[in-house]
């Protein structure tokens, strides 16, 4: 053991005396920046130019509205059920106006309202209705409005338009709605909105057994099962406590840049990482420096064994320190908290700080990296080619997400799961419950295993690789 | 008597269908400096690169220091310092660096470092990038890893080549000193025949896979000299020869005379011939060269 770790400590050595290692930290702290860059431009060029829709300027474009409607009143060509529907709109119109409104709107409650009203008018519906939902706007009862929504799904049941269970989900929601006050007051942001349609896809899943979030619409797997209802929950503690999520926190520019830097770093330091495997074995053949090693009272598996730790100790050296550097930025450069992840433990939603946080996800990001890492060092043992190795560990990498999709789209067979690629997403069985822009764009199709079967599937690829590049070292001549 | 440090026995090998090695021993004592020749391709890196395990031989045993190279690999290693082809090191890391890459290895410290900087008289360019050493001093500091453990035997495979006439005579000197002061065996293979002829006590020729001679290379006075005499007129100078002294002469291809006579005539035949009017150009003593052995053994001769 003593002399692995002597090969060990030699290798970190050359590591580190290597102009390329001091470069590669250099180009990952210079991504870091760039991540940091990018997120204050984009803080900057929202601050002046209110990028966010909102309902503000809506009167202008009213205005305007009834102007041209006013004006197709008096036009011949126009037929009089046209203009009848038309002076509804007008009438419409004047209500946004006097109650401040929009009826597009209807995040806001005096917009769905509104939204209704014209409804009903154009239905020509009895005025009774509407003069009632008239006088709630004026009296500015939110809570008002919320017990009518509920009668009418009761009475929805009553007539069986709706089942039980369809009937108990909708009544949730619009508990859920009226405790947080959800749509109560104007602008207070989307994502509160976004969340409750999510709630309410899920709880739709839930109810047909099909999962409605995939594009293919696959039947609910048990785990996917539970899932759903952990997504219900932390959904439920994010409207109570007012934490927004990661993708729709369009002012937390600290979330945006995190997110933004682990991907820099990661794609920089997995690069490294790949070049260095990839070099390992070939490199020191091609220059001969291989026989520095083979001629010292060491068996070879000994000095591969300290070539593998020491690359995974590079590995986790520079993610932690670009981990703890990305917190420490943040810090610096934004006054906010960052991704705090909600998890589901025993039923209970629970809280890990942005900190912790951080660092684990930088970690998760490493383990898909060790596979490549070792299948660039494999086939720099097998092939005794660095360019081959590493051009060939990179492309992989890259393009193995492209690819794999692409495949899943076509084959649609059950032991597509058991291909490694399609058990990468380690992250996103970590935390399942992180709607990540990336994760969602190369989502693929074959992901619903479980992270115990992704991690045994790609362990047994990495007993396989190991395997096969100790015995190409070990028994093959160095010539 | 000696102990023999390192032991070949029968050592075969073959590449594909190509017999490279065939039924291969030999034998090295300490202190000894062995002299492998061989012409270009007939086996002698192959050779060392299976006493060093870089390659595995087919059959046969191999023996350093009496621990068997495949059962008791690091031990055979410990008693073995050795440049294979080319002294690779580094060139990214200074050669004081490189050193101490190595010393870690071998368990020395920087005492040891420091004695075999100075043998191979590096020291004060130690802190330089190895990259930008010439091949002379990459050689020595190649031989300063080798030397770093004390080995017991040592093995160079062609230590001279690309150096220059003061490079290669500084090595010789290094290596006459570790072999003869502190009895280290040193098995140097090589095909620069002049070289081998001033470093090595013994040599062992080596042609397809076969080692053909193997012979003492005797540095004591012999009584019996060659010479190569050139004249301007070269009958006369035979007859003179076979009249006054009796003795048989032969004549090379440059038209010079070759004669073997014992050492304490040889002023007076030169005196004969000048007072006979032959006119004497030149007279070079021949030695009993390695090259003549190499020749004799190798197919090389055998063209020619």
């Not at chain 2, 006369?236 to 440059?254: M, P, R």
């Amino acid at each position: 053991m003593s002399k692995i770790f002597i090969l060990f400590m030699n290798e970190n050595t050359k590591t580190w005396k290597k102009f390329s290692t001091k470069l590669v930290i250099i180009i990952a702290i210079l991504a870091l920046f760039g991540a940091l860059g990018l997120a204050k431009v984009v803080e900057y060029i929202n601050s002046r130019y209110d990028s966010t829709f909102t309902t503000d300027n809506f009167k202008e474009s009213t205005e305007l509205e009834m102007k041209n409607l006013k004006e197709t009143l008096e036009d011949p060509q126009i037929s009089e059920s046209e203009k009848e529907i038309n002076k509804i709109q007008i009438e419409m119109c004047e209500l946004e106006l006097k109650y401040d409104a929009s009826r597009y709107d209807e995040s806001y409650w005096k917009g769905e309202i509104l939204s209704r009203i014209s409804e009903l008018k154009i239905l020509k519906e009895d005025e009774a209705q509407i003069a009632n939902l008239i006088s709630i706007i004026e009296q500015d009862d939110y809570s008002k409005y919320m017990d009518i929504k509920k009668q009418e799904e009761k009475q929805k049941l009553e007539n069986e338009e709706i089942t039980k269970e369809e009937y108990e989900d909708n009544i949730f929601i619009l508990d859920l709605k009226a405790q947080n006050n959800i749509g109560k007051n104007k602008n207070e942001g989307y994502w509160r909105n976004a969340l409750i349609s999510q709630i309410q896809l899920c709880k739709r899943s839930l109810r047909a057994g099909i999962d409605y979030n995939s594009a293919q619409q696959k039947l609910l797997s048990s785990e996917r099962r539970q899932e759903l209802e952990d997504t219900i929950k932390i959904n439920v503690y994010r409207l109570q406590n007012d934490i927004p999520p990661v993708d729709y926190a369009e002012e937390n520019y600290r979330m945006f840049f995190e997110t933004l830097a682990q991907m820099f770093t990661i794609a920089v330091i997995a690069i490294f990482a790949i070049m260095l495997a990839g070099g390992a074995i070939s490199n020191e053949i091609s220059t001969g420096t291989i026989k520095f090693w083979a001629l010292t009272p060491n068996k070879r598996w000994k000095i591969l064994t300290a070539k593998i730790l020491s690359i995974l100790y590079y590995l986790v050296v520079i993610t932690l320190i670009i981990s703890i550097l990305t917190i420490v930025t943040a810090n610096i450069f934004f006054n906010n908290n960052g991704i705090e992840y909600l998890y589901v433990k025993d039923g209970n939603v629970e809280k890990i700080g942005n900190v912790l946080y951080t660092i684990e996800t930088y970690f998760a990001k490493l383990i898909p990296i060790v596979l490549f890492v070792l299948f660039a060092l494999m086939l720099s043992t097998i092939t005794r080619n660095t360019a081959a190795a590493v051009s060939f560990g990179i492309a992989t990498y890259m393009g193995n997400g492209i690819v794999m999709t692409i495949i899943n789209n076509y084959i649609k067979k059950d032991w597509i799961r058991f291909v490694p690629f399609n058990n990468l997403n380690i992250v996103e069985k970590i935390f399942p419950n992180i709607e990540n822009p990336m994760q969602i764009m190369g989502e693929s199709f074959a992901t619903d295993t479980s992270l115990w079967f992704s991690l045994a599937v790609l362990g047994v690829c990495a007993i396989l690789m190991l395997v096969t590049m100790y015995d190409s070292f070990n028994n093959r001549d160095i010539v | 008597m000696a102990n023999t440090v390192l032991e070949l026995k029968n050592i075969s090998k073959s590449f594909g269908k190509k017999k490279v090695i065939n039924n291969l021993s030999l034998e090295v004592k300490e202190g000894e400096i062995y002299g492998f020749l061989g012409p270009n391709g007939s086996g002698k890196t192959t050779t060392i690169k299976m006493i060093l395990r870089l390659i595995d031989n087919d059959s046969g045993e191999i023996k350093v220091n009496g621990y068997d190279n495949k059962k008791q690999f690091e031990k055979a290693m410990e008693c073995i310092g050795a440049i294979v082809e080319n002294p690779d090191m580094y060139r990214y890391m200074s050669g004081l660096d490189n050193l101490k890459l190595h010393a870690k290895i071998r368990n020395v410290g920087m005492q040891r470092i420091n004695e075999v900087l100075d043998l191979v008289e590096l020291k004060d360019r130690a802190k330089e990038k190895v990259g930008k050493y010439s091949l002379g001093m990459k050689q020595r500091l190649g031989l300063a890893l080798t030397l770093l453990h004390k080995p017991k035997v040592l093995i160079l495979d062609e230590p001279t080549n690309g150096l220059d006439p003061a490079g290669i005579k500084k090595l010789r000197d290094i290596l006459k000193e570790i072999a003869h002061k502190e009895g280290v065996a040193v098995f140097v293979s090589s095909h620069i025949l002049t070289e081998m002829q001033l470093m090595c006590d013994k040599v062992a020729v080596i042609d397809n896979g076969n080692v053909v001679k193997i012979e003492e290379i005797t540095k004591t006075e012999s009584t019996i000299e060659k010479l190569e005499i050139a004249v301007k007129n070269v009958e006369k100078a035979i007859k003179i020869l076979k009249e006054k002294f009796n003795i048989e002469s032969k004549i090379e291809e440059n038209k010079n005379i070759v004669v073997t006579i014992e050492v304490e005539k040889v002023p007076v035949v030169v005196k004969e011939l000048a007072i006979n009017d032959v006119e004497i150009k030149s007279v070079i003593p021949k030695e009993h060269t390695i090259e003549e052995i190499f020749f004799d053994a190798t197919e090389g001769g055998k063209n020619e």
